[in-house]
């Protein structure tokens, strides 16, 4: 997750080998809708996804979440 000061610039999945996407095939396509949506709303409250990437939306939230909550503590 790449940000400024004021707002979310990029999500992305680094080191995404082939084995890792060929087990999870859902979670790119979740990453992107999600990411599209924070784009628009520079939130991650009231972002919608399937029921069939569900889980998978879930934690990718999390991770986003959490790699925003370290990004505000090294602005403190």
């Known amino acids: 997750v790449v940000v400024d000061e004021s707002h979310i610039n990029s999500i992305s999945l680094v080191n995404l080998d082939e084995t890792t996407a060929a087990m999870y095939p859902l979670i ?3 990453l992107d809708s999600l990411s599209q949506q924070i784009y628009e709303k520079q939130s ?3 972002l919608s996804y399937e029921d069939d990437n569900q889980y998978t ?6 991770a986003i979440e959490s790699a925003l909550e370290k990004a505000a503590a090294a602005e403190d």
């Open 28 to 30: 790119q396509p979740a």
């Open 44 to 46: 991650l409250e009231d």
């Open 57 to 62: 939306s879930m934690v990718l939230l999390n």
